[in-house]
C-alpha cells in the first residue's frame, strides 16, 4: 500500500470515526449487508446509476449498530488500488452538511500534504456535493476525491470516490465525477 493510500485510509478512517461515530453502506450491494447482519436496515440505500457496476468488487465491509461502511475497488486492481468508492450510513447523525464538510478539510493535516484543498461543489435541500484534493505529498503523490453527503431523518448516507489522479485518465475522473453527484437515495420497500 503507497504512503498516500495509507494516509488516504487515515483521513477516511478518522473522518468516518470524527463525523458518523460509528460505520457504514453501499447500493452495488447493500441489501445483503442486512442479510447477514441482525442490525435493523436503514431507510434508504444510495443508488448509484454506475455503467459498469457489475466491474466493482466489495473489498471491506464494517458494520455495527452504529451504520456501515463499504469499500469498492475494480476487479481487475491489483495492489494499491488508483482508485476507489466508499459508500457510508451513519446512523442517528445529525451533524450540519458544511459542518462535515469542513471536519473533513480539517482532517487533511494529517496526510503530510503541502497543499490540500476542499471545495463546494453544489448544496441543495438536504444534500451537499465537493471535492477534497490533496497535491506534492510525501513521494510526490495526489490524492483526489468527491463527495456526496446525505442527511436524512434516519442518519446521515455519504459516497466518496477516492483516486490517485495521475493513474486513471482525465476522461475516467469526470466521468465517476458526474457518476457520484448524479447518485440518490432510494426508499427501501
Known amino acids: 500500500m503507497s504512503l498516500l493510500q495509507q494516509a488516504s485510509t487515515y483521513i477516511i478512517g478518522s473522518i468516518m470515526i470524527l463525523?458518523?461515530?460509528g460505520c457504514a453502506s453501499s447500493s452495488l450491494d447493500q441489501y445483503a449487508t442486512y442479510h447477514q447482519n441482525s442490525q435493523?436496515?436503514?431507510?434508504?440505500?444510495?443508488?448509484?446509476?454506475?455503467?459498469?457496476?457489475?466491474?466493482w468488487q466489495l473489498e471491506r465491509n464494517l458494520i455495527d449498530e452504529d451504520g456501515y461502511t463499504q469499500y469498492y475497488i475494480l476487479i481487475n486492481q491489483q495492489n494499491d488500488p488508483p482508485q476507489q468508492i466508499i459508500v457510508h450510513y451513519g446512523r442517528h447523525i445529525t451533524t450540519p452538511l458544511i459542518q462535515t464538510m469542513q471536519q473533513i478539510?480539517?482532517?487533511?493535516?494529517?496526510?503530510?500534504?503541502?497543499i490540500s484543498k476542499t471545495k463546494l461543489i453544489q448544496k441543495y435541500n438536504n444534500n451537499l456535493?465537493?471535492?477534497n484534493t490533496l497535491k506534492n505529498c510525501?513521494?510526490?503523490q495526489e490524492l483526489w476525491q468527491v463527495y456526496k453527503i446525505f442527511n436524512r431523518p434516519d442518519g446521515q448516507y455519504?459516497?466518496?470516490y477516492t483516486v490517485e489522479p495521475r493513474q486513471i485518465?482525465?476522461?475516467?475522473?469526470?466521468?465517476?465525477q458526474h457518476i457520484i453527484s448524479l447518485a440518490q437515495l432510494t426508499q427501501y420497500k
Do not use: D, M
Open 105 to 114: 478539510a480539517s482532517g487533511n493535516r494529517y496526510a503530510e500534504c503541502k
Open 19 to 21: 463525523l458518523f461515530t
Open 158 to 160: 455519504a459516497i466518496i
Open 169 to 176: 485518465s482525465e476522461k475516467t475522473h469526470l466521468y465517476i
Open 129 to 131: 456535493i465537493f471535492t
Open 138 to 140: 510525501v513521494g510526490n
Open 40 to 55: 435493523p436496515r436503514p431507510l434508504y440505500y444510495i443508488s448509484l446509476p454506475l455503467e459498469n457496476q457489475e466491474q
